[in-house]
Each structure stands twice: as C-alpha cells, then as structure tokens.
C-alpha cells in the first residue's frame, strides 16, 4: 500500500512530527472519504482543486476515522500515535503540510484551524468496539 515520493520524505525531513505513513495515511483517507461521498476520481484526470472535488476538514476527518478503523480494527489509536497523530489538529498539520509542498489543494475558506479540536480521536477510534465470547 505504500509509494515512495520523494515530496513526502522532504516533508518527513522538514517537520519530524509526522512519520512518512502519516502523509501516506492521509492521502488514502481523502481517496476513502471521497469515494464515501460517493464520488469516484481518477488522479490523473481530475483536478482535485476543483470545488466539486473538495472535501471538508469534518468530512476528511471522518474518513480517516472510519479507514483507520477499518483497517487498523483495535490498534488504530496505537498505529496512528506511532505515527505521531494524537489530536484532530494533526490531521491538520499534515494537510497543510501537503498543501505548502502543493501535492493538495484547499479553498480559501480552508484553515489549518478547521482541524483544531474537532472531536476526541481517541475516543473516536475506540467507540463502538465490543469483544464477544462465544460460549462453547
């Protein structure tokens, strides 16, 4: 799942807060959430800095919620804080991260802000989890 870009590992260089999957991660979250929203976009065709294209901090946040509990199941608090991602506003570090190296685009309504304290993403991870045992 993961592809090398040199962009990305300037970007790890630059700011150590985030590990390399951090980025990868969220990338995948804004194809998961777009594909959420029902739209399906080709990366090669499609300018993503078209409106129609746009994805919300709320809405992006959510996506990434719903991947990583997807694909982390019970560990996705311990990957994602591994990767350094603790709080909502890292999710928006990381994207503005991207948008200053220009592999994302925003709006002008968009604000690194947005991010700030959206929910509690330990909590959010966590939620709705039960273990059953099956009686034998």
């Not at 260089?13 to 991660?25: G, I, K, P, Q, S």
């Not at 969220?26 to 080709?42: A, I, N, P, W, Y």
């Not at 982390?72 to 991207?98: H, K, S």
Request: hydrophobic residues 40%; aromatic residues 10%.
């Amino acid at each position: 799942m993961s592809f090398f870009n040199n962009k990305l590992m300037d970007i790890v260089r630059a700011d150590r807060r985030y590990a390399y999957e951090a980025y990868e991660f969220v990338f995948q979250s804004l194809e998961h959430t777009q594909k959420m929203l029902g739209r399906t976009l080709d990366m090669t065709t499609v300018d993503p800095s078209e409106r129609r294209n746009h994805v919300s901090c709320r809405q992006l946040l959510d996506g990434a919620r719903e991947l990583a509990i997807r694909e982390f199941g019970l560990m996705a608090r311990v990957v994602l804080r591994r990767w350094g991602i603790t709080r909502t506003d890292d999710f928006g570090e990381i994207v503005f991260n991207l948008i200053e190296a220009e592999l994302m685009s925003k709006t002008d309504e968009d604000a690194r802000t947005d991010f700030r304290g959206v929910f509690d993403l330990d909590e959010s991870l966590s939620q709705g989890f039960q273990i059953v045992l099956e009686d034998e």
